[in-house]
T-cell receptor, first 115, second 116 residues
Framework: DTGVSQDPRHKITKRGQNVTFRCDPI?????LYWYRQTLGQGPEFLTY????????KSRLLSDRFSAERPKGSFSTLEIQRTEQGDSAMYLC?????????????FGDGTRLSIL | GENVEQHPSTLSVQEGDSAVIKCTYS??????FPWYKQELGKRPQLIID?????GEKKDQRIAVTLNKTAKHFSLHITETQPEDSAVYFC???????????????FGQGTILTVHP
């Protein structure tokens, strides 16, 4: 399967712990996006990369959140000192890069539950 | 920033009927409008998209229309089937951070139920 891959699928942790998620985009896609989706809502944009450069961050992304894409391939999203409100599905998407918006293809997401 | 409103929140139709979902957006700079279908516990899947230089686009039983002046766009599904039952999200995308293209702003979703 050459689609967007996310790991882990599920993560349960205690409040205050740090968590890290990984996303592997479609191989020829150099844009990578992170979204957060809570139950009954549409995905909310968090941040995006073009190659290794992080080009935009949402105000939703507090100082406890950090994302990296060190070699322009896979990306990690880390949440430090997790809070109850961080419980959500974290979705990764990727697209090709052209001078226009291109279709974003999503992974299956990582479901985070904070105890 | 962009704000996308989606209606209705739930839609129930009989198999074979048509279904229409409507979205409005606020930012006139938005120029890309995809629709995603999300089944329970699964990833959002792109089903159709339209750009601002086009007024209508069709793909078999699915069509999308765009009215740039009114800033609204709609998804039309004809001859609905039970497997069309899912949550549908509209989204709007445009310039982000200068000359880069990035984020999508999503609507709240429509739960479509097609009864056999």
């Amino acid at each position: 399967d050459t689609g967007v891959s996310q790991d882990p699928r599920h993560k349960i942790t205690k409040r205050g712990q740090n968590v890290t998620f990984r996303c592997d985009p479609i191989s020829e896609h150099n844009r990578l996006y992170w979204y957060r989706q809570t139950l009954g809502q549409g995905p909310e944009f968090l941040t995006y990369f073009q190659n290794e450069a992080q080009l935009e961050k949402s105000r939703l992304l507090s100082d406890r959140f950090s994302a990296e894409r060190p070699k322009g391939s896979f990306s990690t999203l880390e949440i430090q000192r997790t809070e109850q409100g961080d419980s959500a599905m974290y979705l990764c998407a990727s697209s090709v890069s052209q001078n226009s918006n291109q279709p974003q293809h999503f992974g299956d997401g990582t479901r985070l539950s904070i105890l | 920033g962009e704000n996308v409103e989606q209606h209705p929140s739930t839609l129930s139709v009989q198999e074979g009927d048509s279904a229409v979902i409507k979205c409005t957006y606020s930012d006139s700079a938005s120029n890309y409008f995809p629709w995603y279908k999300q089944e329970l516990g699964k990833r959002p899947q792109l089903i159709i998209d339209i750009r601002s230089n086009v007024g209508e686009k069709k793909d078999q039983r699915i069509a999308v229309t765009l009215n740039k002046t009114a800033k609204h766009f709609s998804l039309h599904i004809t001859e609905t089937q039970p497997e069309d039952s899912a949550v549908y999200f509209c989204a709007a995308g445009g310039l982000a951070g200068g000359t880069s293209y990035g984020k999508l702003t999503f609507g709240q979703g429509t739960i479509l139920t097609v009864h056999p």
